[in-house]
């Protein structure tokens, strides 16, 4: 059985990018997605980008999550900004504190996403499904893990519908996670987000920034293979389909991929796992 789909992009920076992250898309809806999320850039550098892209999607005939960031914003910003949003069409967020930039105070009138969540809540009703993150592998900013799982369920509390998580390749840490979320007494859906390998550089990159586990066995194969990029993602694909096995057969409710604007990684993964439209 095919779990319901939803895909990952990031808005571009130059016309050229736009026209091929169109072409991406357009490969990537023959999958039929539930939706499709468009991030922010650092501090809501990239609100702009992050509307326009939602835009398209939406004209495209594909449901379209905005990421919401709440660093640097006031109320009234983020008051304008949802009226923008639901002007728009759009009927899901994906609820972030967002990252700061490198010498950035957290400024603003939002600490916590938490905070974001209970003021779009307050100000909108349900007129938006509301998506959070979440971390299996502890959030790498967190006191604790036992923090950690606390500002998760402060997120919930505040007015979350579903959860999608950092990705990870440990199926053990999902499955953990989880299970000390119900042991809380929630049961929102939590989503796993799946990174597919397509470079070993990139991915050690952005898992040594996000705090996202490559497991030793897993590092020191993509090693081995130094520069030879088609067994970096033959490796990669079997990595991550047998992931998403574990993780359909555990009870996973759906999956996000995390797309890094490419069609061919995310692609073969789903046809190999047979789930074709």
């Given at each position: 059985?095919?779990?319901?789909?939803?895909?990952e992009f990031f808005p571009t920076k130059t016309p050229e990018g736009a026209v091929k992250l169109r072409a991406v898309r357009q490969q990537l809806y023959a999958m039929k997605p539930e939706f499709c999320s468009v991030t922010y850039g650092a501090g809501g550098s990239t609100h702009a980008g992050t509307f326009n892209a939602v835009r398209e999607i939406l004209a495209e005939g594909v449901d379209a999550a905005s990421h919401f960031s709440?660093?640097?914003?006031?109320?009234?910003?983020?008051?304008?900004?949802?009226?923008?949003?639901?002007?728009?069409?759009?009927?899901?967020?994906?609820?972030?504190?967002?990252?700061?930039?490198?010498?950035?105070?957290?400024?603003g009138e939002f600490q916590y996403a938490s905070d974001l969540i209970a003021f779009i809540r307050n100000e909108t009703g349900n007129d938006f499904h509301i998506e959070v993150a979440c971390y299996p592998e502890v959030h790498p900013q967190a006191?604790?893990?036992?923090?950690?799982?606390?500002?998760?369920?402060?997120?919930?509390?505040?007015?979350?519908?579903?959860?999608?998580?950092?990705?990870?390749?440990?199926?053990?840490?999902?499955f953990r996670f989880v299970d000390e979320v119900r042991a809380l007494g929630i049961d929102t859906p939590i989503v796993p987000g799946v990174m597919p390998i397509i470079s070993s550089t990139q991915l050690m990159r952005f898992s040594d920034a996000c705090g996202a586990e490559i497991p030793r066995w897993i590092r020191l194969r993509l090693q081995s293979y130094g520069d030879d990029v088609e067994s970096i993602?033959?490796?990669g694909a079997d990595v991550v389909a047998t992931l998403c096995e574990r993780l359909r057969a555990g009870?996973?409710?759906?999956?996000?991929?995390?797309?890094?604007?490419?069609?061919?990684?995310?692609?073969g993964l789903l046809q190999r796992l047979g789930w074709g439209p």
């Open positions: 059985m095919r779990l319901p789909l939803s895909f709440c660093i640097g914003a006031t109320k009234a910003t983020v008051r304008e900004q949802l009226a923008e949003l639901k002007a728009m069409g759009v009927k899901r967020l994906v609820a972030l504190r967002g990252d700061l930039p490198s010498g950035y105070g957290a400024g006191r604790s893990p036992e923090a950690d799982l606390k500002a998760f369920a402060t997120k919930v509390r505040a007015g979350a519908d579903s959860a999608i998580t950092q990705y990870f390749f440990s199926p053990e840490a999902y993602k033959s490796f009870g996973a409710p759906a999956m996000h991929f995390y797309t890094m604007n490419q069609s061919v990684a995310t692609l």
